[in-house]
């Protein structure tokens, strides 16, 4: 028995090369055998022999039967010829050649994908296959008799597997990767991992085994052939110098060997920003320039300094670190721009100085310490700001001016020197003047030269121990250019007034009051004010036999009794002057007189009784209560008498007594008169004709407004025409004694004269309608027919 093993699919073929070469050995190796066996086993398991017979020198090989002669077919993808593509040869032991078997094909892609010859049995597939899509099918074949249509034998399955071939090419995962990387970073630190998948079978050659490299992007970056990972391949990569990059990644399959397919996509590295650019000024210097009456905090310019780096490792801070000008000026970061802004600290001045000098120092405010090696992270810079001069108003020697005066200082007497000047190089003098409005007694005068304060009116501190005016300043060349300075004078106390009674004592003494009683406490004001205090010193006038003072020394004394038995029927008021002066100098004393009333009192000393006055004092009515009772009573008599004339006046009956509306001095009538043609009852011509003197009558019904009335003359017998009229009457009104002092309206009817026709007017008719002759209307013309139609009728039927 010869063993073979085979690990290909084609043992047939195998058994059959085996037999054609090496089976003529057989005989020699293997001479002792009768019937020598050939046993082949495939790797699919199947397990072909032969015997051989021996006929004389020839060898003949006989196999053993089998229903089957095949398990598996392969088949290759993407085929392209033109034929169908043929499978393999499906043949029954049952089948004698004759041409009675048929073959019939079941299973997937059966009579579609698969077609199988039925007379002899040859199977061919009729599509283009991809492996990718389906990598094996599984078939069914079964041989029937093609007279009886039953089957030979039962059905036998087998499978068609799809033999791969490199067709397909790597595919990333993504067309376009985004990667980011700290700039700076040491050589081989990860930037990113792609990856790409072949849908070739990776069990079967090298059709999938991928290989990756990097096309574009040498000689930043390099990738790990087998696992596609991205790292920097360049040390000190500067973001400022170049941000992004662009890589391109090469996938191949065959093991990158030539004739491999090939995909690739592209990476986008982004370095980010560390902290590594130290920031730096453009300039050494810089030149600025403000005027000299710039506000505290107010900005004089801004400077920047240059940092490549962005975010937080960008932010910068300012600061002033030395110079002349480090009093006057100061530095703000700007944390928006990351600007430094330099404003004033405090005023400028163009005069004393012209250029302010300061050095500014820039730093990082987040640092890396592992770049720290690059250099100092600051810089300086110089900055020069140039103040520039403007007309400055006068400048006080003091913010504010405080001056004290007694206040018995006599008028003219200066207390003070108001002191100013002009800041500007022009030194223009200054002219002074106190504010009137702070001023309102004008009590003080300013020289407006000097500037020396005097007293103009007399002082007293007792009505104001402070007076507070302003002064102003101002330069003669400019007086726009004004100044005012707050002057605070105090007045200082003068021992000048005298003391007195600190309030109005109404004192009573009883009728039955002993020697030596106290009757009254009394004390003493002093409007002044001395330095170690009020000490008063009472004493009376002269020696008095009723009453006594005594002094308690603490600026109060007391009144009392120096004998016993008062009667108010003999007196009833008694008055005693008490003398009331001060210990400071000069001292300075008065003399108030205490009014002591004497009334009845009960045995324990309480008031039972004075005299009208004094009991209406004792009961709390005072003289100014009583006369405000005395003016109320009188206010009533007042209004009682008035209100009885009114009442008087009501009863008089009116002159006239009318149900119509009476309003001023027009009087309503209910005469009608007879028209027209009544001219005897009253000739309204008088009213408007100019000749006519009128006459003013007195109404009864009302009091005259003027005691003496207005009498209008008589107008001017000769009148030219209407012009002289005007003069006339605008002549005699203005030397009219009686005319109204206000602006007045006069209106006269004067038709003038020099017509032809005479007057119209019908007003006069009354005293000449009887010489009038019409006959001369006719010869006027059309315009005045009807008016010579109705005159000429009535002139002929009066006639007749």
Not at 192 to 210: M, W
């Amino acid at each position: 028995i010869l063993f073979i093993r085979s690990h290909c699919h084609c043992a047939d073929r195998l058994a059959a090369m085996i037999m054609n070469h090496f089976l003529w050995l057989l005989p020699l190796v293997f001479s002792h055998l009768s019937s020598p066996v050939i046993l082949l086993e495939r790797s699919d398991g199947n397990l072909f022999h032969w015997n051989h017979l021996m006929e004389g020198d020839k060898l003949v090989l006989h196999r053993s039967k089998r229903d089957w002669m095949w398990r598996q077919f392969f088949l290759s993808e993407e085929y392209t010829g033109s034929n169908y593509q043929y499978v393999g040869k499906l043949r029954s032991d049952k089948d004698r050649g004759d041409g009675t078997a048929r073959y019939v094909l079941s299973g997937e892609g059966a009579g579609i994908i698969f077609r199988i010859d039925e007379k002899s049995g040859d199977l061919h597939a009729t599509q283009r296959l991809d492996r990718e899509e389906k990598a094996s099918y599984t078939l069914q074949a079964q041989a029937f008799n093609k007279i009886t249509g039953l089957p030979l034998e039962p059905a036998t399955e087998f499978i068609v597997k799809i033999h791969d071939i490199n067709d397909n090419e790597p595919k990333f995962t993504k067309a376009v990767y985004t990667a980011s990387v700290p700039e700076m970073s040491d050589v081989g630190t990860f930037v990113i991992e792609v990856n790409a998948t072949d849908a070739d079978d990776a069990t079967y050659g090298n059709s999938a085994k991928l290989v990756y490299s990097i096309l574009q992007g040498q000689p930043y970056f390099s990738v790990e052939p087998e696992t596609g990972i991205v790292r920097i391949a360049l040390s000190n990569m500067d973001r400022e110098v170049r941000k992004e990059y662009q890589v391109i990644i090469q996938a191949k399959d065959m093991a990158g060997q030539m004739g491999g397919l090939s995909g690739t996509t592209m990476v986008n590295v982004t370095l980010t920003d560390v902290n590594d650019s130290p920031p730096r000024f453009a300039y050494s210097s810089y030149h600025l320039s403000t005027y000299e009456s710039a506000e505290i905090g107010s900005t004089v310019g801004r400077i920047k300094a240059n940092d490549g780096d962005e975010g937080e490792n960008a932010e910068m801070k300012y600061r002033i670190v030395d110079g002349d000008g480090k009093e006057y000026l100061d530095i703000i970061t700007d944390e928006i721009t990351q600007e430094g802004v330099i404003v004033v600290k405090k005023k400028l001045d163009y005069e004393s100085k012209r250029v302010y000098t300061v050095k500014v120092e820039v730093t990082n405010t987040h640092q890396d310490p592992n770049f720290t090696v690059l250099g100092p992270f600051l810089d300086t810079a110089i900055i020069k700001v140039t103040a520039k001069d403007v007309d400055e108003p006068p400048v006080f020697s003091r913010p504010q001016f405080v001056f004290e005066v007694n206040e018995d200082t006599p008028k003219g007497i200066a207390i003070g020197t108001i002191t100013a000047w002009d800041p500007d190089a022009t030194h223009y003098p200054i002219q002074y003047a106190i504010d009137q409005h702070t001023d309102p007694e004008r009590l003080y005068h300013i020289d407006p030269k000097n500037g020396s304060i005097t007293i103009i009116k007399s002082l007293d501190r007792e009505v104001s121990k402070w007076h507070n005016i302003s002064v102003l300043a101002s330069e003669m060349n400019n007086p726009h250019q004004r100044s005012r300075v707050p002057v605070l004078i105090k007045v200082l106390d003068v021992n000048d007034n005298a003391p007195e009674f600190a309030m109005i004592y109404e004192t009573f003494v009883c009728e039955n009051v002993r020697a030596g009683q106290l009757i009254q406490t009394i004390s003493a004001i002093d409007t002044d004010d001395p330095l170690v205090g009020h000490k008063f010193v009472f004493s009376l006038s002269s020696m008095n036999p009723n009453f006594t003072i005594f002094d308690n020394e603490d600026n109060t004394a007391r009144i009392l009794t120096r004998r016993s038995g008062f009667n108010r029927r003999e007196m009833s008021v008694y008055y005693l002057p008490v003398v009331i002066s001060d210990s400071d100098y000069p001292i300075q004393s008065s003399t108030s007189t205490l009014t002591i009333r004497v009334c009845s009192c009960d045995a324990t000393g309480n008031m039972r009784s004075c005299s009208v006055d004094a009991l209406l004092l004792s009961a709390g009515l005072s003289t100014g209560a009583l006369v405000a009772i005395l003016l109320c009573v009188l206010i009533l008599l007042m209004i009682v008498v008035l209100f009885s004339a009114l009442k008087k006046q009501r009863r008089k009956e009116p002159l006239i007594i009318s149900k119509e509306d009476i309003r001023d001095n027009v009087v309503s009538y209910n005469d009608e008169g007879g028209g027209e043609e009544d001219t005897q009852a009253f000739d309204i011509g008088t009213l408007r004709h100019p000749e006519v003197v009128e006459s003013n009558q007195l109404r009864r019904d009302i009091i005259p407004e003027m005691l003496f009335p207005y009498h209008r003359p008589s107008p001017m017998k000769e009148c030219a025409d209407v012009r002289d009229f005007i003069i006339s009457r605008l002549q005699e009104n203005d030397t009219d004694p009686s005319a109204p002092p206000y602006d007045s309206l006069a209106t006269y009817a004067y038709e003038g004269n020099g017509s032809i026709a005479e007057s119209l007017s019908s007003l006069e008719s009354s005293a000449t309608e009887g010489d009038h002759e019409y006959d001369y209307l006719s010869n006027w013309g059309p315009q005045f027919k009807k008016l010579a139609d109705m005159y000429i009728s009535k002139d002929t039927g009066v006639a007749n």
